[in-house]
């Protein structure tokens, strides 16, 4: 089974600064690799799937990098709606599909 | 493209959960459709998913205990021998396509509590 790794745990960023979110994969993923943001109370919404294609309507903002182990999610200038916490998921090696245990980005 | 869970809140231990996806406003039968779910206060676990052909695939971790089906418009989840640690949001979703297995649109969620 393939293990994600999200780092860290809490992220606090102020409004209009950049965010950036870590991943780490056990074992190579390619490029297999999503993001989803959750708000509390809501299911999780796709951002970026293949590591750093943005999904449909999803605000430039956003961006993912990375292929192999390591992989970043990056806000370039957080909006309020942005705080949130943040998956990743890999679909290279399965089953399972796995998530990572979360990133919560928080206002500082 | 819009999903919506349903099923009893409360499920009694030992017992079988079985869950309910209504997919409406698209097309069931050219997509997969996956159930997961999510512990309170916890992250995501992949259960499952199955296409209209019947092509299925599950969680390694949950196989013994998960059936999975679709008719209609509808596709289902069936747990059993059910435990407080399988009290969670369930969620049904699809899968964004054959190549990227990711989950592109979600349901809002239902709640099941285990509980005697």
């Known amino acids: 089974e393939v293990v994600m790794t999200q780092s860290p745990a809490t992220l606090s960023v102020s409004p209009g600064e950049r965010a950036t979110l870590s991943c780490r994969a056990s074992?190579?993923?390619?490029?297999?690799l999503a993001w989803y943001q959750q708000k509390p109370g809501q299911a999780p919404r796709l951002l970026i799937y293949g590591a750093s294609t943005r999904a449909t309507g999803i605000p430039a903002r956003f961006s993912g990098s990375g292929s192999g182990t390591e992989f970043t999610l990056t806000i370039s200038s957080l909006q309020s709606e942005d705080f949130a916490v943040y998956y990743c998921?890999?679909?290279?090696?399965?089953?399972?599909?796995?998530f990572g245990q979360g990133t919560r980005l928080e206002i500082k | 493209v819009q999903l919506q869970e349903s099923g009893p809140g409360l499920v009694r231990p030992s017992e079988t959960l079985s869950l309910t996806c209504t997919v409406s406003?698209?097309?069931?039968?050219?997509?997969?459709w996956a159930w997961i779910r999510q512990p309170p206060g916890k992250g995501l676990e992949w259960i499952a998913y199955v296409s209209y052909t019947g092509i299925r695939n599950y969680n390694p971790s949950l196989e013994s205990r998960v059936t999975i089906d679709t008719s209609e418009n509808q596709l289902s989840l069936r747990l059993s021998s059910v435990t407080a640690a399988d009290t969670a949001v369930y969620y049904c979703a699809r899968l964004y396509g054959l190549v990227v297995w990711a989950f592109d649109i979600w349901g809002p969620g239902t709640v099941v509590t285990v509980s005697s």
């Open positions: 074992q190579s993923i390619s490029s297999s």
């Open positions: 998921q890999q679909y290279n090696n399965w089953p399972p599909i796995s």
């Open positions: 406003g698209g097309s069931f039968s050219s997509s997969y």
